[in-house]
């Protein structure tokens, strides 16, 4: 069995603060977070204007490889209030969601997915970015 992979994460200042201020709230009572704290963690965090605009940070859309699958999806990563449903839209608080958060492109990670198997997630672009769009209130 192979070493799960952890590639650097690089987070801006302003999603960290809005994510642990959710941590906190009713919403993630009952929900298993304790892979997203791990994340925050581990993570570089940076200054909004200093965010490369390779990385994926929250708001962003991407598009990534399942490497397990072979499939490719294009997601907009969400906060819980937006995540509307729509298969494009993931909320942080999905497994997938706190995977690619802070991943840059190029980046792979090994993450547990459903049913307790383990999805290997490739970032491939990042075609929005609100840091690099300027947009930090989304």
Known sequence: MSVPTTPPLLLSRLDVERIESLLEQ???????????EAELERAEIVEPAQMPPDVI?????ARFLDE???E???ITLVFP???????????IFAPVGSALLGLRVGASIEWPGPGGR???LRVLSVRYQPEAAGELHR
Request: aromatic fraction near 0%; avoid cysteine; glycine fraction near 8%.
């Open 26 to 36: 009713p919403i993630a009572q009952g929900i298993d977070t304790s892979a997203l």
């Open 57 to 61: 940070t929250m708001n962003s859309t």
């Open 68 to 70: 397990t699958s072979g």
């Open 72 to 74: 490719e999806h294009e």
């Open 81 to 91: 209030r937006d995540a509307d449903g729509s298969h494009d839209k993931v909320s």
């Open 118 to 120: 383990v999805i290997r």
